[in-house]
């Protein structure tokens, strides 16, 4: 039994991986000068950088906007993937049961 459930738990974190590498958001700086286009499971797809920043005096400004540009779109796709973890775990376990007393959700 507990074989043929770590069988499934594997297939369908198989199947939310496959899921989160199809959907995509897109961020950007405040300044709006940098865009980046992120997966569900972290993964840049597109990066957009304003000619403005191109240049030796701005490379520290350059350098803190992708920091935290990137850092933020890996926050975002980590909420996603702790989202769909928890939807494939509730859709697995026998009915009634909360995973919110669990998870303090």
Do not use: H, W, Y
């Not at 909420?79 to 909360?98: T, Y």
């Amino acid at each position: 039994m507990l074989d043929g459930l770590m069988k499934q738990f594997e297939e369908t974190q198989k199947q939310m991986q496959e899921k989160l590498s199809q959907e995509t958001f897109d961020l950007e700086s405040a300044e709006g000068k940098i865009r980046l286009t992120c997966d569900g499971t972290g993964n840049i797809r597109d990066l957009s950088i304003d000619e403005a920043l191109m240049n030796a005096e701005s490379k520290e400004m350059l350098e803190d906007l992708l920091l935290d540009t990137v850092n933020r779109a890996f926050t975002q796709a980590q909420g996603m993937q702790a989202e769909a973890s928890k939807s494939n775990i509730s859709n697995m376990l026998p009915g009634g049961f909360n995973l919110d007393s669990i998870f303090g959700s």
